[in-house]
């Protein structure tokens, strides 16, 4: 079919009204696995791993996948903290994970809610991933190459550990001029650029504020 000018215009403005009624993507993509309340009275980090394309090679800006997963799981630590939610920092369960009588791992959740439970009186536990951390490139009025970051949360309960709550947040910012409603939700509503921290520190709370009320 030959497609004219009216037919282009008609064309455009379908594909326009197909993509305004399309369901934006969620900031933080989650899910619940179990309803078991009370979880978030004392909750304890445990270090956050970096994967393993993230330990070949330094991110931009000089920060290591080990510097990079440290920093995600202090900005989580200190995120909770501000909602008057004692907290257990990554720092603390390392320390206690490094000097346990018995070899514990980070892929045995099990172990490790009971050794939080049992060392900190944790009545739940975060293991997870940071998957990527880039920083930007240029500066805050203009970004040759946005903040990046994307991480991997799982709550378990403590000393159980029973898998509760997980959350993914996969982010690269957009511009205001490529998508106005994405654009709006950043930190500044999408006036400058973010930094990777900030970038990380929003999906954080963006990560808290989904976490049910049936498991809070």
Same mark, same amino acid.
């Given at each position: 079919?030959?497609?004219?000018?009216?037919?282009?215009?008609?064309? #455009?403005?379908?594909?326009?009204?197909?993509?305004?009624?399309?369901?934006?993507?969620?900031?933080?993509?989650?899910?619940?696995?179990? &309803?078991?309340? #009370? /979880?978030?009275?004392? +909750?304890?980090?445990?270090?956050?791993?970096?994967?393993?394309?993230?330990?070949?090679?330094?991110?931009?800006?000089?920060?290591? #996948?080990?510097?990079?997963?440290?920093?995600?799981?202090?900005?989580?630590? =200190?995120? +909770?903290?501000?909602?008057?939610?004692?907290? +257990?920092?990554?720092?603390?369960?390392?320390?206690?994970?490094?000097?346990?009588? =018995?070899?514990? @791992?980070?892929?045995?959740?099990?172990?490790?809610?009971?050794?939080?439970?049992? &060392? $900190?009186?944790?009545?739940? +536990?975060? /293991?997870?991933?940071?998957?990527?951390?880039?920083?930007?490139?240029?500066?805050?009025?203009?970004?040759?190459?946005?903040?990046?970051?994307? $991480?991997? /949360?799982?709550?378990?309960?403590?000393?159980?550990?029973?898998?509760?709550? @997980?959350?993914?947040?996969?982010?690269?910012?957009?511009?205001?001029?490529?998508?106005?409603?994405?654009? *709006? &939700?950043?930190?500044?509503?999408?006036?400058?650029?973010?930094?990777?921290?900030?970038?990380?520190?929003? #999906?954080? =709370?963006?990560?808290?504020?989904?976490?049910?009320? @049936?498991? *809070?």
């Amino acid at each position: 079919m030959r497609l004219t000018p009216r037919r282009v215009g008609a064309v #455009g403005l379908a594909a326009l009204g197909v993509a305004a009624c399309a369901k934006p993507a969620p900031i933080v993509q989650h899910n619940t696995y179990a &309803k078991t309340s #009370g /979880l978030f009275e004392r +909750i304890a980090i445990a270090p956050l791993q970096p994967s393993p394309r993230m330990l070949s090679a330094n991110a931009p800006g000089g920060v290591s #996948g080990v510097e990079a997963a440290e920093l995600v799981a202090r900005f989580l630590a =200190e995120a +909770i903290e501000e909602r008057g939610i004692q907290v +257990i920092p990554a720092s603390d369960t390392a320390l206690a994970i490094q000097s346990a009588s =018995e070899l514990i @791992s980070l892929s045995d959740p099990r172990a490790v809610a009971a050794l939080a439970a049992r &060392k $900190f009186g944790a009545t739940s +536990i975060v /293991l997870g991933q940071v998957t990527r951390y880039r920083e930007r490139e240029g500066g805050a009025g203009g970004a040759f190459r946005p903040a990046s970051v994307g $991480f991997v /949360l799982t709550l378990y309960s403590a000393p159980e550990a029973l898998r509760v709550w @997980s959350a993914r947040f996969d982010e690269t910012q957009q511009a205001l001029s490529a998508n106005v409603a994405r654009a *709006r &939700k950043y930190p500044g509503r999408g006036t400058r650029w973010l930094t990777a921290a900030e970038l990380a520190r929003w #999906g954080i =709370e963006n990560a808290i504020e989904a976490v049910p009320p @049936s498991v *809070r």
